[in-house]
């Protein structure tokens, strides 16, 4: 299958600080990446799709300001959490899509704000 | 509302007995169908993908999709106590449901004992 690398793994930070998630696709280009939202015990929830060379897709009630999404080249997608809040701690996982529509998933970031 | 909807389990069976899984979706249009295994705090793995109705298998897996009925199962043979995990049900609606995003259902947890 085809690999996704997601940077950092874990990242605990200071309520008010922002944090960037990076996410790689490493075997192949990806036009669309998707990133993904889950709390403990709970399915995963997509947030938005990321575009390469255009502007993200937000899910409903997904702040856009907050969630900032840049998509800068066909490898790579990041997600920043600008002005993070406890709320916030959660485990952030990007998918990307080499053929057809199946997805493949990084392994994910666990964000912890204090 | 798309739905895909799973019995969230805990699903129980013995060593090396068959574990099935089972996933209904609202949109009779959806094109394409997975499942993702995800053990606790991990990322989804793809295990399966499943276009078109029948059964397709791969190794101890078989998918098995009835769009008619508007379901589809996934059927673990000689379950392994490494197959203890949350199986997530995908379903793309296609271009008509929003594009290529994916819905999850909640996800069924296998529990398979020794």
């Known amino acids: 299958g085809a690999v996704v690398s997601q940077h950092p793994s874990w990242v605990i930070c200071k309520s008010g600080t922002s944090v960037k998630i990076e996410c790689r696709s490493l075997d192949f280009q990806a036009t669309t990446m998707f990133w993904y939202r889950q709390f403990p015990k709970q399915s995963l929830m997509l947030m938005a799709t990321?575009?390469?060379?255009?502007?993200?897709?937000?899910e409903q009630g997904v702040e856009k300001d907050k969630f900032l999404i840049n998509h800068a080249s066909l490898t790579l997608s990041t997600l920043t959490v600008t002005s993070a809040h406890p709320e916030d701690s959660s485990f952030y996982i990007c998918?990307?899509?080499?053929?057809?529509?199946?997805?493949?998933f990084g392994p994910g970031t666990r964000l912890t704000v204090l | 509302q798309k739905e895909v909807e799973q019995n969230s389990g805990p699903l129980s069976v013995p060593e090396g007995a068959i574990a099935s899984l089972n996933c209904t979706y609202s949109d009779r249009g959806s094109q394409s169908f997975f499942w993702y295994r995800q053990y606790s705090g991990k990322s989804p793995e793809l295990i399966m993908s499943i276009y078109s109705n029948g059964d397709k298998e791969d190794g101890r897996f078989t998918a098995q999709l009835n769009k008619a009925s508007q379901y589809v199962s996934l059927l673990i043979r000689d379950s392994q106590p490494s197959d203890s995990a949350t199986y997530l049900c995908?379903?793309?609606?296609?271009?008509?449901?929003?594009?290529?995003?994916?819905?999850f259902g909640t996800g069924t947890q296998l529990k398979v004992e020794l």
């Open positions: 998918s990307a899509r080499p053929l057809l529509d199946e997805q493949f």
């Open positions: 995908a379903v793309n609606p296609g271009l008509t449901g929003g594009g290529n995003k994916l819905t």
């Open positions: 990321s575009n390469e060379g255009s502007k993200a897709t937000y």
